[in-house]
């Protein structure tokens, strides 16, 4: 899954967006996301298309800075920890920056546009879990196809196969979820 994806998943019961993110692992390699986070903050002509299309998102509230404020980086990697870092500090720029159009976000924060797109773009989730604070219910990343969330309504979903994820990740699972986690818990 790509990060990015937040920005418009939403739970399928009761609607509630944004959804909590966890990330387990990472389909992309640590040696990727090394060069990733050695890259970021650095312009890259070949992106300036995709720059322009991430800050009119910005503008427009495509990208839901609430949305990408709910993740949590549960892996073992450093570089992803710190690139998350970088867009959270990105992130904390843009609210004060409200009325800035489009060319000024481009213009005052070139570092930032290039690491939150990077993050967002480039990198995939391979196993973790989303959760919707407002009905308790949890959704796996990559338990059934990998990279892939399952926004399954309860009726579909399968207890047997849900439980025995939540045991394999019960280190990384937040402990009300495990307890009382929607439809079921460990």
């Keep these: 899954m790509k990060p990015w994806?937040?920005?418009i998943l939403a739970c399928p019961i009761d609607k509630h967006h944004p959804l909590k993110a966890y990330w387990f692992t990472w389909e992309t390699t640590e040696k990727e996301m090394e060069k990733m986070n050695r890259?970021?903050?650095k312009s890259?002509?070949?992106?300036?298309?995709?720059?322009?299309?991430?800050?009119t998102q910005i503008k427009d509230g495509t990208i839901s800075l609430e949305a990408l404020n709910e993740i949590n980086d549960e892996t073992e990697s450093l570089y992803s920890q710190e690139l998350y870092i970088d867009v959270k500090k990105f992130l904390e720029r843009l609210r004060f920056e409200k009325d800035l159009d489009v060319k000024e976000i481009l213009e005052k924060f070139p570092e930032g546009?290039?690491?939150?797109?990077?993050?967002?773009?480039?990198?995939e989730v391979d196993e973790g879990l989303?959760?919707?604070?407002?009905?308790g219910r949890w959704?796996?990343?990559?338990?059934?196809?990998?990279?892939?969330?399952?926004?399954?309504?309860?009726?579909?979903?399968?207890?047997?196969?849900?439980?025995?994820?939540?045991?394999?990740?019960?280190?990384?699972?937040?402990?009300n979820i495990l307890d009382k986690g929607n439809p079921f818990g460990v």
């Design 113 to 123: 546009i290039d690491v939150l797109y990077r993050y967002l773009n480039l990198i």
């Design 39 to 41: 890259e970021a903050g």
């Design 44 to 55: 890259n002509k070949f992106f300036t298309e995709q720059y322009e299309h991430l800050a």
């Design 130 to 135: 989303l959760h919707c604070m407002e009905c």
């Design 139 to 175: 959704y796996p990343i990559g338990s059934v196809v990998e990279t892939m969330p399952e926004l399954m309504p309860d009726d579909l979903r399968e207890e047997d196969r849900d439980r025995e994820w939540l045991r394999k990740w019960k280190d990384k699972v937040p402990g």
């Design 5 to 7: 994806l937040l920005n």
